[in-house]
C-alpha cells in the first residue's frame, strides 16, 4: 500500500511534544535570535491573540513585554496584533519601524495592507502611493482603487483598470467608490459604463451597489434606478421613453424580475412589452436563461439561443462570466447537438483569461470543437484541433484532465513519482522561518494564523521546495497543510504527498464493513477534511467525514450503536463507521451512483433526487449543472480523488474516471424502489 498510515491526534496534543524542538529550531533561524525558555511562554502568545480579540490593549501589551523578555519566535504575530489594534491612532514613523524590524515577514506586509487602508480612509495620498509599491501580497481591491485614485490624482489614465475592479467589486466599500466617482467626474467613465456596472451589480444580488453606481450620474437618476430596482413590474408597466436610459432601466427591471419570476421576465421579453433594442434585449435573455438554468428548466437553453440570435457577429455582448458559465451548462443539459456546441464554442470564447483557467471550460471547448467538426475527411482539421485541445489538457488529476485523457483513448496512468527529495532540500524546508512560525501557530490552535503564514512562505517557492514543504507538514501529520502545499507543484507531481493515506486501516476496515470501496471513501473524507479530525464546520458537522449531529443520531440509531455520548462524533473510529454507514444509504438510495451520493453527502439527499429529473444526462454534464458551487467542485473532485486512490491502494487498477460516471443520470427507473425520504 502506497501512503501514509499514521494515526492522527488532535492538534494541539499531537504538537505540544514538538514544541521545544520546534521552538528552537526557529530561534536558530537568522531573523530570530536565539530564544530563552520559549516553551514556558506559548501559552501567553493564545492569551495576546485573545486580548487582541477583546480590545484589551493592557493585556496584550503585558503579553508583548513578556514574550519580548523571552525573544519569543512568535513575537512578530503579537507585535502585529498589537499595533494593528492602535493603527487610527499610529504614526508613519511608527509603521516604518514595524516594516523594518519585521522585514520580509507575512506580517510585515499584512501590517502593509491594513496600512494602506488606513491611510486611504485619512486621505493622505502622498504615503498611500509612497508605501503602495512595497505591497508584495496586493490582493486587496480596495487597496489597489486607493492607490489607482492617487495615480488619478497625478494625471494619469487609470480608466481601463479601475473599471476591471469596479465591474468585479461585490460589496460597497470606499476606495473603489471614490475612485468610480472620480472618474465619472472627470468623464473617463461614460454613462454606459455606469449602467453595466449596474447590470453585473444586479447579477450579484447586489441591488444597492447598482443603486449606488446608477446614483454617479445624479439624483433624479438614482431615483429612477431606485424605481426600476425595487418595483421592476410597475416600472416596465408605465415607463414610456426610448433613450439609452429608458432602455437601461428597462434591462434593470427585467433582471431584477427575472431573480424573482424568471418565467414573467421572460413573457416581457417574448411579447415585446419591455420594448428593448437588440443589444440591450441579449442581455435580458442571457440573463434569464441564467436564471433558468440555475432552476434547471427546460427553457434554459432556448432562451439563450435567443440571447445569441441578438448579439451581432461575434463581438462581446458585454455579459459575465457567471452568465456565460450557466448558458454553457444550459445548452449541455438541453440543447439539440447541432445547436448546442456552435453556441458553447461561441460563449466560452468570449470568457475571460481568468475564467478559461478552470479546466471545465478546455475540456468542454475541446468538445464542442470535435462536435462542430463535419463529417469525413472535410472536417479532420477541426478533429485534429479536438485532439490537440485535449491533449493540453490530459496528463493532471483533476476531474477533467482525467476524461481528456480517456476520451483520447489512453490508458489512464498516475504520474511518474519524482526523484526523492534531497536532505539539503528538507533541512531547507525545516529551517524556514516562515514555515516554522506556521507550525508553531498550529501548535498553539491559532489554525487560520498558521495558514496564513504558511501561504505566505510558499510564494515563490518551485516544485522541489513546495514538496520539501508538504512534506515538513506530512511530518508534523498535518495533512491539510500537506496536502494543500503539494498541489501547487506543476511539473513535478507528489502522489504521496497529495493523496496521502493517514487511518488507512480504519478507513479501509469501516469501508467494507458496509460494502464500500474503499477508495471512494478515502476520496471523500480528503475532500472534506484533509483527514483532519479535529476539524469542525460552521454548522456543527464534526470529524473524519463530518457527521452532523443529527444525521449521528439517526444513523446510530438506524445501525444499533448506542448513542449515549454524543461527543464520540469526533472520535476517529466512531466517526467513519458513522459516516461510511451514511454514505452507503445514500449511495443505495442512489442507484448507485457514486455522483449523486457525492452530491446527497455533501448538500442532502432531497437535492440530487431533484436535480435527476428531466433528460438522461451524461454524468459530467449532470455534475456541471450542479446549482450550488460548493456542491459542483465537491462532486468532482471527491471522484476525482476516489479514482487516484484506487490506484493507489491496487496498482494493478488503472486511476479510470468514466467508469465512477456510470452510463448517465436520469430519473429515477419505475421499477426502482421508493425513496428513502427519512434520511437526513
Known sequence: MTGFSFRLRPARRLFQPLLPALLAATCLATILPACAQPASTDTTV????????????NRLAAARATLEAANHPLLPWVAYWDLAGRLPEATVDEVEAFYGRWAGTYVE???????????????????????????RMNDDREVTCWWLFTEHLAG????????????????????????????????????????????????????????????????????????????????????????????????????????????????????RSARLNDSHAAWGWGYVARQSAFQLSAEAAPQMLRA???VKGDAHPGWSDETLAWGVRALLRSAAPAQRWPAVARLIGWMSPAELRDPAWAYWKARATLGNARPGAEGEAQRAEARSQLEALAGATNFYAKLATEDLGRPPALPPAPPPLTEAEQTAASAHPGLQRALLLVALGLRDEARREWNFSLRGMDDRALMAAARLACDR????????????TRAEVDLRLRYPMPFADDISAAAR?????????????????????????????????????????WVAKRIGMPWTNPALISDPATNLKLGTAYLKLVLDDLGGSQAM??????????????????????????????????????????????????ALLDPRQPPALRPRLGAGIGPRDGAAPAPNTELP
Open 109 to 135: 506586509d499584512r501590517l502593509r495592507n491594513d496600512w494602506l487602508r488606513e491611510l486611504g480612509r485619512r486621505r493622505d495620498w502622498a504615503n498611500l502611493a509612497r508605501d503602495y509599491p512595497r505591497f
Open 308 to 310: 445569441l440570435a441578438l
Open 597 to 646: 451520493a457525492a452530491a446527497a453527502y455533501n448538500a442532502g439527499p432531497g437535492r440530487p433526487r431533484r436535480w435527476r429529473e428531466g433528460p438522461v444526462l451524461e454524468t459530467a454534464i449532470w455534475a456541471e449543472n450542479i446549482p450550488f458551487n460548493e456542491t459542483r467542485d465537491y462532486v468532482k473532485k471527491v471522484l476525482s480523488n476516489a479514482s487516484v486512490y484506487a
Open 46 to 57: 493564545v492569551d495576546a491573540r485573545e486580548a487582541a480579540r477583546k480590545r484589551d490593549r
Open 156 to 271: 494619469r489614465d487609470v480608466a481601463e483598470q479601475a473599471r476591471g475592479l469596479w465591474f468585479a467589486q461585490r460589496d460597497l466599500d470606499d476606495g473603489c467608490n471614490l475612485l468610480a466617482t472620480a472618474l465619472v467626474d472627470a468623464k473617463k467613465f461614460a454613462p454606459e459604463d455606469v449602467y453595466r456596472k449596474a447590470r453585473l451589480a444586479l447579477e450579484q444580488q447586489r441591488p444597492g451597489a447598482a443603486k449606488a453606481a446608477v446614483g454617479l450620474l445624479g439624483n433624479a437618476a438614482a431615483k429612477d434606478v431606485a424605481d426600476a430596482v425595487d418595483n421592476p413590474a410597475k416600472h416596465l408597466a408605465r415607463l414610456t421613453g426610448i433613450g439609452h436610459q429608458a432602455q437601461e432601466l428597462r434591462l434593470l427591471s427585467v433582471m431584477r424580475l427575472a431573480q424573482s419570476d424568471a418565467p414573467a421576465a421572460a413573457a416581457r421579453l417574448e411579447d
Open 513 to 553: 464493513a458496509q460494502g464500500l470501496e474503499p477508495a471512494l471513501v478515502f476520496g471523500l473524507i480528503r475532500q472534506e477534511t484533509r483527514f483532519m479530525p479535529q476539524l469542525k464546520s460552521s454548522v456543527g458537522a464534526s470529524g473524519l467525514m463530518q457527521v452532523m449531529p443529527t444525521t449521528a443520531s
Open 477 to 488: 501529520q498535518d495533512w491539510q497543510l500537506c496536502i494543500n502545499t503539494a498541489e501547487r
